[in-house]
């Protein structure tokens, strides 16, 4: 693969590993994963669409098992967004029903192979028995030091950012904070995706191109890759396929190229 990218935001305090091993030229630290298409498999399939996240579920176990092999250190993945609520609620009972399942049958496994999960989006709406099981999954594998799973459940960048903002006015009303002090890396201290690396790579699947309302002050620099099949279907070979692309590309962060210097 191609000479290791820039990664990272200036400023940003890994909460990852300490000590770990420096990664490989060419392999993003931190991949965003936008697991679209579960509702087309099924339907093009004449299946009931919740068939379609249950088997995106398998494929979410693939790409897991796929990071830790190739060495990326950060995997972000959208299982549910703050505007999925306006789904039917069967099927948002399914999604809800499918994290619980998830957790309860892969945490230890996920813990054996030194996962850290980390969950971010709002908890208040969710059951208390999810966030419990939120609250555990983080606990137990608080210390691990390998890759750091990262779920964004019920999560929605614009509340984010906003929620983030709300902090800091707070912290200048109660004079904990000066109004100079409010700066890029102040806020972003404050996002749920505080002490983690920005993404350097977004996938998305499906063939659509868009954000989603998916880290959107974190993906300031990613490279986006997009996929044209749909979540089901992903694999290890797709994730690697997408790590290539992205060692193909020259990230120059607004400077010059980083290939060449000039
Ligand atoms: C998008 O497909 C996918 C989702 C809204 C949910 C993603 C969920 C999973 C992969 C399984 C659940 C995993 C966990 C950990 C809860 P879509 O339904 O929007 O597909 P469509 O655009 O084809 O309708």
Redesign the pocket.
């Known amino acids: 693969m191609g000479e290791r990218p820039m990664s990272r935001a200036e400023g940003v305090q890994e909460d990852g590993p300490t000590g770990a091993a420096p990664q490989a030229a060419g392999v993003p630290v931190h991949v965003g994963v936008?697991?679209?298409?579960?509702?087309?498999?099924?339907?093009s399939r004449n299946l009931p669409?919740v068939e379609?996240?249950?088997r995106?579920?398998e494929?979410?176990r693939r790409c897991v098992r796929a990071a830790r092999e190739i060495g990326i250190r950060y995997l972000t993945?959208?299982?549910?967004?703050s505007e999925?609520w306006s789904?039917p609620v069967s099927?948002i009972s399914e999604?809800?029903g499918?994290?619980k399942r998830?957790l309860r049958h892969d945490l230890a496994e996920l813990h054996s192979a030194n996962v850290k999960v980390r969950i971010i989006g709002e908890r208040t709406s969710l059951s208390r028995d999810l966030c419990l099981m939120l609250d555990e999954a983080e606990a137990l594998t608080r210390d691990n030091t390998g890759l750091t799973l990262v779920?964004a459940?019920n999560y929605g960048s614009r509340q984010e950012i906003a929620s983030a903002a709300q902090r800091l006015a707070a912290e200048v009303a109660a004079g904990t904070l000066k109004l100079e002090d409010i700066t890029i890396e102040a806020l972003g201290g404050r996002l749920d995706t505080a002490g983690i690396p920005d993404p350097d790579l977004i996938i998305r699947t499906?063939g659509?191109q868009r954000l989603s309302n998916f880290l959107m002050w974190q993906a300031a620099y990613s490279e986006f890759v997009f996929l044209p099949i749909?979540?089901p279907e992903f694999d290890h070979a797709a994730l690697l396929g997408a790590v290539q692309e992205y060692a193909r590309r020259d990230r120059r962060f607004g400077g010059l190229t980083a290939r060449t210097g000039s």
């Open positions: 936008i697991m679209d298409g579960n509702g087309r498999w099924a339907t669409r379609g996240h249950r995106g579920v494929a979410l993945i959208y299982s549910f967004s999925n789904r099927e999604l809800m499918l994290l998830f779920v459940f499906s659509e749909h979540w």
